[in-house]
């Protein structure tokens, strides 16, 4: 069995799986359930993190934890599930009830109600973490 | 040199597979097992391994025939050197493996098969873009050395990666008693696969257990204990170019960056490990979600 017909074939058989995926509903479109799936998604990162405070954004896409000495923990969709991301030092503010934070890869939206302004200030007053991953660590 | 690759002839039977799981799971309301973008990039890396598999396949069918041929011992075609030649390529795959988790080198080629936050068996085709680049087949060298046929060897290996794909799954819960003492099974590899503390770097095998029960790496997976799928520090990304080569990238960013005597450590040391103590290994990991699991019963 050789020669590119194979190989379009197979390339033929992944979109058809991947528009399968798509017409079955699999689009992502994760939902945080409660601020305990927060705190252990943040408390999974390399180091562990304790987080003490947390923020639930209105849709639930997002969330922002604070630990006992203010440092910052992102919670982010990504696809169904979510990823967690230090974001000590990130550049924010806030207009209303949203509070924007601006990543080194992209801006957050975070519809955060009553709690903007005082998020906004942690935000303020977080200082960078001393060991901020910044890629990829082995998952050993 | 004489050879069959059965991988051709089961993709038919994964596609179905795959499209049956997708079906099992929407049924049963899991619409969290499969995202679309998840399931693109798992196939493209397939994909792109069989491109890259085909393109490194004559070099490495070059070295299995060099070794085999300065080698003075010549197994030959006899029946019984098949089952023999499965079982030892099954164990030189279990070191393979476990290098490609303890080693960072390997590991930055391995890599993108865990960097799925899912679990399914479009998992199972998230495989490597540079195994050939990583050196990997290094490993099977010496079952050439031992007299066995590189065809031989080669159809057995092929063999094993195909009974690896169906044991990527959530749908299959534990076989009978007997089966998962010798088998890798969906369980099992769950386990691998998973990035919870007491999970981390065990159930290294191919197609036997009983590698990992014999070197020590073996965990059974626990009722009650919810598993988290992926990296340590996700990828968070569906750019199938950062799944491919994003640790090879953060290799050589660690190469520009360390002091020259620690250069060597970001290539040959375990993943995780850094010349400062700044970040965590495995190990590391798996410690201290020993010692909170300890705290929380006291």
């Known amino acids: ?140 | 040199m004489t050879a069959f690759d059965p991988l051709p002839y089961a993709i038919p039977v994964f596609v179905l597979l795959i499209a049956l799981e997708m079906a099992w799971a929407r049924r049963n309301g899991r619409l969290r097992a499969y995202e679309v973008r998840d399931t693109a990039v798992s196939l493209g890396l397939g994909l792109g391994s069989v491109i890259a598999g085909a393109l490194s396949a004559g070099a490495v069918a070059a070295m299995l025939v060099w070794v085999h041929t300065i080698s003075p011992l010549s197994v030959g075609w006899v029946w019984w050197a098949w089952p023999l030649c499965f079982v030892l390529d099954d164990l030189a795959y279990y070191w393979l493996h476990r290098a490609g988790h303890r080693v960072r080198w390997f590991w930055a080629s391995h890599v993108n098969h865990h960097s799925s936050q899912h679990y399914n068996l479009s998992t199972a085709l998230r495989q490597t873009w540079t195994g050939f680049f990583a050196l990997s087949f290094v490993f099977r060298l010496p079952l050439a050395a031992a007299g066995f046929e590189p065809g031989m060897i080669l159809t057995c290996a092929g063999l094993n990666l195909i009974y690896q794909f169906w044991i990527h799954t959530e749908a299959i819960g534990r076989l009978p008693r007997w089966f998962e003492a010798v088998f890798n099974t969906p369980s099992h590899h769950r386990v691998h696969h998973a990035v919870n503390g007491l999970y981390l770097d065990r159930n290294y095998a191919g197609t036997l257990i009983v590698w990992d029960k014999l070197f020590g790496t073996f965990q059974r997976e626990l009722e009650g204990q919810p598993i988290r799928y992926g990296l340590v520090q996700q990828l968070g990304s569906f750019n199938i170019l950062t799944a491919a080569f994003h640790e090879w990238k953060a290799i050589a960013a660690d190469l520009r960056a360390a002091p020259w005597r620690h250069k060597l450590g970001y290539i040959w040391r375990e993943p995780g490990w850094s010349h400062d103590s700044s970040r965590e290994t495995s190990a590391m990991i798996r410690a201290r979600s020993a010692d909170a699991g300890e705290s929380r019963k006291s």
Not at chain 1, 25 to 43: V, Y
């Open chain 1, 1 to 140: 069995m050789g020669g590119p017909v194979p190989l379009l074939l197979a390339a033929l058989a992944v979109s058809g799986l991947v528009a399968l995926a798509w017409a079955a509903g699999f689009r992502g479109d994760a939902q945080l359930e409660s601020e305990a799936e927060a705190l252990d998604l943040a408390a999974s990162l390399p180091g562990g993190f304790a987080g003490k405070d947390v923020l639930l954004s209105a849709d639930r896409r997002h969330a922002l934890i604070a630990d006992a000495q203010g440092r910052l923990v992102l919670i982010l969709p990504h696809g169904a599930h979510f990823t967690a991301r230090r974001c000590d030092g990130a550049a924010a503010e806030s207009q209303g009830t949203q509070l924007a934070l601006h990543l080194h890869d992209r801006t957050v939206q975070i519809d955060a109600g009553k709690a903007a302004d005082s998020w906004l200030k942690l935000l303020e007053r977080a200082q960078p973490g001393k060991a901020r991953p910044h890629h990829v660590q082995g998952r050993a």
